[in-house]
């Protein structure tokens, strides 16, 4: 089945750039989708169709997708960006949707 | 704003049946080209995608639960069910439903979620 790999941890000053990355086989051949959980409440999506932004969410959230990776960046950190950070596929082959393990970001 | 609220038991014996319903407000359930879905997180784990129906009925399951999972829409209640079946210790999570309103494999609202465990 598909797999999608993040990295466990991202660390990062409030005020910079924070990148968080995903990375799957031809992973920009697909939609990527991005959510936040902030500890103790349910997933938010941050980022859909691999650049595209809810209604809701800051302009800091951006995002983009080749090759084999696909990248969340989230500009400016604040401290309340501090949470765990999924990105998502549907993989056709499979017929599911696929999730990966999940990135938390600490800011610092 | 569509809001979203499981409900359901937190305790479910081993093997039993695992029923959650998820209350739809501020909208209904039967606005076509919506799609209504659960979501599962283990304890300290990721998520896991259980399955999703349309409005009109049609479903979407994860292929490792279809075969202990239905999904279901009751317009007359505005509100989706959950059932599992079968349920063992790996089936304990906290559980999410979900609408989509661009497509069944995007999760735009999710409910607070409610932790169900299967107990021996």
């Known amino acids: 089945s598909y797999v999608l790999t993040q990295p466990p941890s991202v660390s990062v000053a409030p005020g910079n750039t924070a990148r968080i990355t995903c990375g799957g086989n031809n992973i920009g051949s697909k939609g990527v989708h991005w959510y936040q959980q902030r500890p103790g409440q349910a997933p938010v999506l941050v980022i859909y169709y691999d650049g595209d932004r809810p209604s809701g969410i800051p302009e800091r959230f951006s995002g983009s997708n080749s090759g084999n990776t696909a990248t969340l960046t989230i500009s400016r950190v604040e401290a309340g960006d501090e949470a765990d950070y999924y990105c998502q596929v549907w993989d056709s082959r499979s017929a599911r949707v696929v999730f990966a393990g999940g990135t938390k970001l600490t800011v610092l | 704003q569509l809001q979203l609220q499981e409900s359901g038991p937190g305790l479910v014996k081993a093997s039993e049946t695992l029923s959650l319903t998820c209350s739809v407000s501020?909208?209904?359930?039967?606005?076509?080209?919506?799609?209504w879905g659960w979501i599962r997180q283990s304890p300290g784990k990721g998520l896991e995608w259980i399955g999703s129906?349309?409005?009109?009925?049609?479903?979407y399951y994860n292929p490792s639960l279809e075969s202990r999972v239905t999904i279901s829409i009751d317009t007359s209640k505005n509100e989706f069910s959950l059932k599992v079946t079968s349920v063992t210790a790996a089936d304990t999570a906290v559980y999410y439903c979900?609408?989509?309103?661009?497509?069944?494999?995007?999760?735009?609202?999710w409910g607070q979620g409610t932790l169900v465990t299967v107990s021996s």
């Open positions: 129906v349309y409005y009109s009925g049609n479903t």
């Open positions: 501020g909208g209904s359930i039967s606005n076509t080209n919506y799609y």
């Open positions: 979900d609408y989509g309103a661009v497509s069944y494999s995007i999760f735009d609202v």
